[in-house]
Antibody, heavy 120, light 108 residues
Framework: EVQLVESGGGLVQPGGSLRLSCAASGFTFDRYAMHWVRQAPGKGLEWVSSIGWNGASVGYADSVKGRFTISRDNAKNSLYLQMKSLRAEDTALYFC?????????????WGQGTTVTVSS | DIQLTQSPSFLSASVGDRVTITCRASQGITSYLAWYQQKPGKAPKLLIYAASTLQSGVPSRFSGSGSGTEFTLTISSLQPEDFATYYCQQLNSYPPFTFGPGTKVDIK
């Protein structure tokens, strides 16, 4: 079964850091681009970051650029999102997603999400 | 950055109705557009990619069309399980891979 499982969310103070992980199983991880998408409570979907199959190509939303870093470890079938200088507006449910391809066509597999709450 | 707008933002419809949702891009994105369905408390589900390709396992009552700047998602005969929020996403120009603001389909 193709599966993505996020972890690492939690409550953090403004200015703090968190590292989200996404464990992949059931598919050949290093053949696909991967994504992070977030959803603030009661709001729509917001694309956060994407990474190519080999990690060479990465991109970030302006709202997180310079604060978040996406990475992957193909040997461990894992995707990561290092988040620093967290703000209240980063509070959201964070999903990792697998792309249909090594290029970018859409997210065909999603995790269940991990909740990040930034509050003092 | 490419912006996406969706219309309507809210739609009230009955079972059996034909429903059309429009997604417009601020500049051309060829056919790099995906559609998702999201139900409360659940992760989104991919319905359509490359503007008109039905994702495996998605019922054929869903269809997508368009290219360039204007796209549509059509549900030919709305079923009870289709009441949800629908999002488009552009994957032509990156970053960002923008999502539209969503269209909520509710029961009339």
């Amino acid at each position: 079964e193709v599966q993505l499982v996020e972890s690492g969310g939690g409550l953090v103070q403004p200015g703090g850091s968190l590292r989200l992980s996404c464990a992949a199983s059931g598919f050949t991880f290093d053949r696909y681009a991967m994504h992070w998408v977030r959803q603030a409570p009661g709001k729509g979907l917001e694309w956060v970051s994407s990474i190519g199959w080999n990690g060479a190509s990465v991109g970030y939303a302006d709202s997180v650029k310079g604060r978040f870093t996406i990475s992957r470890d193909n040997a461990k079938n894992s995707l990561y999102l290092q988040m620093k200088s967290l703000r209240a507006e980063d509070t959201a449910l964070y999903f990792c997603g697998k792309d249909l391809d090594y290029r970018y066509y859409g997210l065909d597999v999603w995790g269940q999400g991990t909740t990040v709450t930034v509050s003092s | 950055d490419i912006q996406l707008t969706q219309s309507p933002s809210f739609l009230s419809a009955s079972v059996g109705d034909r429903v059309t949702i429009t997604c417009r891009a601020s500049q051309g994105i060829t056919s790099y557009l995906a559609w998702y369905q999201q139900k409360p408390g659940k992760a989104p589900k991919l319905l359509i990619y490359a503007a008109s390709t039905l994702q495996s396992g998605v019922p054929s009552r869903f269809s997508g069309s368009g290219s360039g700047t204007e796209f549509t998602l059509t549900i030919s005969s709305l079923q009870p399980e289709d009441f949800a929020t629908y999002y488009c996403q552009q994957l032509n120009s990156y970053p960002p891979f923008t999502f539209g603001p969503g269209t909520k389909v509710d029961i009339k």
